[in-house]
């Protein structure tokens, strides 16, 4: 089989190649988006080439000849989508994709809106799902008004990765952070209560609104733990009904220590960054997927859900953090029976694009950050309701 990467992120695109190896599946990548390329380095890559997206509103068409032609040359039966950018691109043009089968993917439209912070938190509320007391601020002047206890959560409407969020402790620090002059330029932003407790991960495929496979989990230290929560798939079931979820996404949850309950922070829309931890613990989002893509029924035997009644921890699948939990001793015995067929050993058994990718952040070359693209694109000339 072979299957299309259309990536903007080499690193949910790296660890797309290694699951797919382990699939013995060949895979090729076109990138849309400036980065460092590091995934082109990997053993698991059959083919990288590079067709980047431009404002205009033919940049879409350009890339939609570019996979077309690319798909038909090569023969792809699936393209799979990576990355923000990559993963809305292709929701953008999937009806003209003409050579092969679209890994399961919402409209355009949807993933803007569940991407957009304030857009999903009025979901959340609209539907009754426990969500933290969230401020729309616009400017500066509306701090006044505010209405929050402290500490507060401040983040952009739609950037991911942690980027631009900090917690702030009182008003006067708020006031101040706003009104830098730099960070006026970045308004609107939202303010959110501060919930004491602990991240979770809720990760799901669904299609047409009907949950298929989850996994909850947390990070500990040298783990990802996997357990069952009721409240949390509640939840799940909740938001992929209301909004006739297809595709995957990773959804950021806190538990709140306090009240002992859990409240929705935010949705990626898209293959999160350690979706491998997902797949070393059996449940293989990006082979399920494909089985849909391609119009196949998922077989019983193939695993949808947690199924542990005590948590489970499975080791980092990142590299640096495997090695480091391997040299401390943290997993070493259980880890050595499954070097073939485990997604970290496989990661430490591709090393190039990690050693690349090292080189290209230090010498800090671009920003590869694909939001604020996505955001140039729907200004200027792609038409998505916000």
């Given at each position: 089989?072979?299957?299309?990467?259309?990536?903007?992120?080499?690193?949910?695109?790296?660890?797309?190649?290694?699951?797919?190896?382990?699939?013995?599946?060949?895979?090729?990548?076109?990138?849309?988006?400036?980065?460092?390329?590091?995934?082109?380095?990997?053993?698991?890559?059959?083919?990288?080439?590079?067709?980047?997206?431009?404002?205009?509103?033919?940049?879409?068409?350009?890339?939609?000849?570019?996979?077309?032609?690319?798909?038909?040359?090569?023969?792809?039966?699936?393209?799979?989508?990576?990355?923000?950018?990559?993963?809305?691109?292709?929701?953008?043009?999937?009806?003209?994709?003409?050579?092969?089968s679209?890994?399961?993917?919402?409209?355009?439209?949807?993933?803007?809106?569940?991407?957009?912070?304030?857009?999903?938190?009025?979901?959340?509320?609209?539907?009754?799902?426990?969500?933290?007391?969230?401020?729309?601020?616009?400017?500066?002047?509306?701090?006044?008004?505010?209405?929050?206890?402290?500490p507060?959560?401040?983040?952009?409407?739609?950037?991911?990765?942690?980027?631009?969020?900090?917690?702030?402790?009182?008003?006067?620090?708020?006031?101040?952070?706003?009104?830098?002059a730099?960070?006026?330029?970045?308004?609107?932003?939202?303010?959110?209560?501060?919930?004491?407790?602990?991240?979770?991960?809720?990760?799901?495929?669904?299609?047409?609104?009907?949950?298929?496979?989850?996994?909850?989990?947390?990070?500990?230290?040298?783990?990802?733990?996997?357990?069952?929560?009721?409240?949390?798939?509640?939840?799940?079931?909740?938001?992929?009904?209301?909004?006739?979820?297809?595709?995957?996404?990773?959804?950021?949850?806190?538990?709140?220590?306090?009240?002992?309950?859990?409240?929705?922070?935010?949705?990626?829309?898209?293959?999160?960054?350690?979706?491998?931890?997902?797949?070393?613990?059996?449940i293989?989002?990006?082979n399920?997927?494909?089985?849909?893509?391609?119009?196949?029924?998922?077989p019983?035997?193939?695993?949808?859900?947690?199924?542990?009644?005590?948590?489970?921890?499975?080791?980092?699948?990142?590299?640096?953090?495997?090695?480091?939990?391997?040299?401390?001793?943290?997993?070493?015995?259980?880890?050595?029976?499954?070097?073939?067929?485990?997604?970290?050993?496989?990661?430490?058994?591709?090393?190039l694009?990690?050693?690349?990718?090292?080189?290209?952040?230090?010498?800090?070359?671009?920003?590869?950050?694909?939001?604020v693209?996505?955001n140039?694109?729907?200004?200027?000339?792609?038409?998505?309701?916000?």
């Amino acid at each position: 089989m072979n299957i299309l990467i259309v990536s903007s992120s080499d690193g949910i695109t790296l660890s797309l190649l290694r699951c797919l190896g382990l699939l013995n599946i060949r895979s090729h990548v076109i990138s849309v988006w400036e980065s460092s390329g590091s995934s082109r380095f990997s053993r698991f890559c059959k083919n990288y080439i590079s067709s980047l997206i431009t404002e205009s509103s033919q940049g879409a068409e350009k890339i939609t000849d570019v996979i077309n032609d690319y798909c038909k040359q090569h023969k792809i039966d699936v393209i799979i989508p990576s990355g923000l950018l990559g993963t809305f691109l292709v929701a953008l043009i999937k009806e003209k994709l003409r050579y092969s089968s679209v890994f399961p993917i919402n409209s355009a439209e949807k993933i803007y809106n569940l991407n957009n912070k304030w857009q999903f938190y009025h979901l959340l509320r609209q539907h009754n799902i426990p969500t933290p007391e969230t401020r729309l601020i616009e400017t500066p002047e509306q701090i006044k008004s505010l209405n929050l206890n402290f500490p507060v959560i401040v983040k952009p409407l739609d950037r991911g990765n942690g980027y631009g969020v900090k917690k702030i402790d009182s008003i006067v620090d708020l006031d101040g952070y706003i009104s830098n002059a730099s960070q006026v330029n970045n308004l609107p932003i939202l303010v959110q209560e501060y919930i004491f407790g602990y991240d979770v991960l809720l990760n799901i495929l669904a299609e047409n609104g009907k949950l298929l496979a989850w996994t909850i989990n947390r990070r500990v230290p040298y783990f990802f733990e996997f357990f069952q929560d009721e409240n949390i798939l509640e939840i799940a079931h909740k938001i992929v009904d209301s909004c006739n979820y297809s595709g995957v996404a990773n959804f950021d949850i806190r538990f709140d220590e306090r009240s002992n309950s859990v409240k929705v922070i935010e949705c990626n829309p898209r293959f999160w960054a350690s979706f491998g931890a997902s797949v070393s613990y059996g449940i293989d989002f990006v082979n399920l997927g494909i089985l849909l893509a391609q119009g196949q029924k998922l077989p019983d035997n193939l695993k949808k859900e947690v199924t542990c009644t005590e948590p489970e921890k499975i080791p980092y699948p990142s590299p640096s953090q495997f090695i480091k939990g391997l040299l401390l001793g943290k997993y070493p015995f259980r880890a050595m029976k499954k070097i073939s067929s485990d997604l970290a050993w496989q990661s430490i058994l591709d090393p190039l694009p990690n050693i690349y990718e090292k080189i290209w952040n230090r010498l800090g070359i671009v920003n590869t950050h694909d939001g604020v693209m996505l955001n140039k694109l729907l200004s200027n000339s792609i038409k998505v309701k916000s």
